[in-house]
């Protein structure tokens, strides 16, 4: 792959980026992909969980944002379409890269849909499950996001 790929698609909205990690490629072997903290995600990683069995193509999950909680959500089988609301600017990004993850930063709305058959989403969180940092309601989210 052509290292510039990462560039076609631009990320427009505020508190994201791309994370791309290192891809070790072993031929018949398989690949191999290395996730480090502070080196690839800016962040001391204090959980990690990952998404599967996506039976239905119009599933939709996320639909939320997080106070405090900052991610990077990756897409290591299959695609999916993330799509990314910081309050002002609107974007959708094709997820099939498995080794090029996308910043969730905090108080930014986010949701996955279109997963493809055998899609596995992989997810490095800066702090342990805490539903109170969720924002679920898209009314509050604007209202946080104008304060911010
Ligand atoms: C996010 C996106 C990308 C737990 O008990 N512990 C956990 O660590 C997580 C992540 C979830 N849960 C429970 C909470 C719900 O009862 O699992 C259930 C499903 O969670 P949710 O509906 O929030 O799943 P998604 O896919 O909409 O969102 C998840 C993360 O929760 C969220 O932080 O940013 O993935």
Redo the contacts with the bound molecule.
């Keep these: 792959m052509d290292p510039h790929d990462i560039h076609v698609q631009d990320i427009h909205v505020a508190r994201s980026g791309y994370v791309e990690l290192t891809k070790i490629n072993d031929g018949h072997d398989g690949n191999l992909c290395v996730l480090e903290q502070h080196r690839d995600v800016p962040f001391e990683v204090k959980?990690i969980?990952y998404?599967n069995n996506l039976e239905n193509c119009v599933s939709i999950?996320?639909?939320?944002a997080?106070h405090e909680?900052e991610?990077v959500?990756f897409c290591i089988n299959g695609s999916f379409v993330l799509k990314l609301d910081d309050g002002e600017t609107q974007q959708e990004i094709l997820m099939y890269r498995d080794h090029v993850g996308v910043v969730?930063g905090r108080l930014l709305w986010?949701e996955?849909h279109s997963f493809s058959t055998g899609c596995v989403?992989l997810?490095a969180?800066s702090d342990?499950?805490d539903?109170s940092d969720?924002i679920r309601s898209y009314d509050d989210f604007l209202q946080c996001a104008r304060d911010h």
Excluded at 61 to 64: A, F, N, P, S
Aim: proline fraction near 0%; charged fraction near 20%; hydrophobic fraction near 40%.
């Design positions: 959980r969980y998404i999950r996320g639909k939320h997080h909680l991610q959500i969730l986010h996955m989403l997810i969180a342990y499950y539903e969720y």
